[in-house]
């Protein structure tokens, strides 16, 4: 390798980009690993939960020396409306096999990017990169300010905005229909106040989703992560949605905080960080494409996340990612051909692991999601349901047939019903 | 626990201010012509507030997801990340 030109660049130190570099370095390639960040981790941020099994394959028990906060047992999900909240509420010790984790991503990027430095890989932090730069239609390297680099292969980790591919004419504009927008707050307790609340045991967590009139009926949801001594809360919402309403997520976000189903889990708490984020949820409708002559496109700025309504993952796609186009770099280096048909193992490797294959299995998800019903209409049917099913009073009792019939002949039918859960079955 | 207003919270987050050097900027004659602002409903920091016609916008603050640059359809701003180590510093993620 010459002085000054690198095996390959990667641009952003998320969890696919610093995978990616630890992969690439591990392999013995020279990898240059830039961050806009004063140190990575400090411009991440997520709901917060990692499915761990993709980066295990990577560094197998990852979870005894990487800072996670919890390992989740608890999964809830619950329909709310003003004064109801009805869950399915389910606790096991059967993940344990491939364990899922909350994690603050401020301290477990730095973590992982120290690996990647660890493996040899060179990190500036600091540095935006500005653009990418062409020659002949082919990538060769990245400019940051007045500084030019140089490498075979770019790897665009620089997340949800992706900005370099737009620029470079490689993708176009994101459309608000492919992003939610997500707002949180991190809530400081006392550990054992969070076992508690959460009935948890030590180092054991609870992920809680949330849908109704926490966003209004808007498209969207709401989340909690427990943390070990913070829970992280918050809102996620479908970046189109705000061109038709007059609700503003900073209001609805306070408003879901004081519902009486989530008052008590939170009271007494210090807020300590409020943040903001961009979630990719259109799927395969709007990745880019993954391999270019001289680049490759990894993490959320693929569009790497699948939100089933009931679970989100996008950390273990970015990192599956992350390794699969460090192995297309490194098969590329061994051929010395940097060139689309030189990398194109990436996109196969893709297509061949969960990760496409999962967001194929899942495509229909977003459009389901579309569905007005979902989120304004359903949690009251739920509610009704559920509160006619509970309640005691003077009214004579009507059958539990006939009281669930009224119920869903005010809300449409049964075949309006069945209609709605047929594409839902079929499209998660 | 009570509700907090916009400013409370972004009180509890992390900012290093590139003073003088907006990596937002508007182009409010376009603001002016954009009916359903958006923005202003959508930015989770509320750095987007009606102003008459138009709208109001403070680049301090801005937690950097993008929600802005994605929803403004009439393209009435320039959206760039903040130079290298400005921009907001989250502790916890």
Request: hydrophobic share 40%.
């Amino acid at each position: 390798m010459s002085e000054e030109r690198f095996d390959a660049i990667v641009v952003g130190a998320g969890p696919a980009g610093s995978v990616a570099a630890y992969c690439m370095a591990k392999a013995g390639l020279e990898v240059l690993l830039i961050e806009r960040g004063s140190t990575p981790g400090e411009k991440s941020m997520t709901g917060g939960r990692l499915y761990g099994h993709s980066l295990h394959k990577i560094i197998p028990n990852f979870w005894e020396e990487a800072p996670v906060e919890r390992k989740v047992t608890r999964e809830t999900v619950t329909f709310m409306t003003g004064e109801t909240a009805v869950s399915l509420d389910v606790k096991s010790e059967k993940w344990n096999e491939t364990p899922s984790f909350t994690v603050l991503r401020s301290e477990f990027d730095a973590w992982l990017a120290s690996k990647a430095e660890e493996a040899g890989a060179m990190l500036a932090a600091g540095v935006k990169v500005d653009e990418l730069i062409l020659e002949n239609g082919k990538v060769v390297g990245v400019r940051c300010d007045e500084d030019e680099m140089f490498a075979n292969v770019v790897i665009a980790a620089d997340g949800v905005n992706s900005l370099l591919a737009q620029k470079a004419g490689i993708r176009g504009e994101i459309l608000p229909k492919h992003v939610a927008t997500g707002a949180k707050e991190v809530i400081e307790l006392p550990r054992e106040v969070i076992e508690d609340r959460f009935n948890l045991s030590e180092d054991t967590g609870a992920a809680q989703l949330f849908v109704g009139e926490c966003t209004r009926g808007l498209q969207g949801g709401g989340f909690i992560y427990t943390n070990k001594n913070t829970v992280s809360l918050g809102l996620v919402i479908t970046a189109e949605e705000f061109a038709h309403t007059e609700h503003r997520i900073i209001d609805l976000i306070e408003e879901f905080k004081m519902h009486p189903a989530i008052q008590p889990l939170i009271e007494g708490g210090k807020v300590v960080e409020y943040s903001g984020h961009l979630v990719p949820e259109g799927g395969l409708s709007m990745m880019p494409p993954l391999v270019n002559d001289g680049l490759l496109i990894v993490g959320d700025a693929a569009g790497f996340v699948l939100n089933t309504g009931y679970m989100v993952r996008g950390m273990d796609l970015a990192i599956a990612s992350g390794e699969a186009a460090a192995n297309a770099v490194i098969a590329a280096k061994a051929q010395e051909d940097y060139s689309k048909q030189g990398l194109a193992s990436y996109q196969t490797d893709l297509e061949n692991s969960f990760v496409l294959r999962d967001l194929k299995t899942y495509a229909k998800a977003p459009s389901f999601m579309e569905n007005k019903r979902i989120f304004g209409h359903y949690p009251f049917f739920v509610e009704e349901m559920m509160v006619n099913l509970f309640k005691v009073n003077r009214t004579p009792a009507k059958p539990i047939m006939k009281e669930t019939w009224t119920t869903i002949k005010r809300y449409g039918g049964l075949v309006q019903l069945a209609k709605d859960a047929w594409k839902g079955v079929s499209a998660l | 626990m009570k509700k907090l207003s916009i400013e409370e919270r972004l009180g509890t987050t992390k900012f290093i201010v590139d003073e003088g050097v907006p990596h937002i900027v508007l182009d409010k004659s376009i603001c002016a012509t954009c009916k359903g602002k958006p923005c202003v409903k959508a930015c989770p920091a509320g750095l987007y507030q009606v102003q008459g016609d138009s709208v109001s916008f403070d680049f301090a603050g801005c937690l950097e997801c993008g929600t802005c640059r994605v929803v403004c359809l009439p393209k009435g701003l320039k959206w760039e990340y903040p130079r290298g180590t400005f921009g907001v510093e989250f502790r916890y993620g």
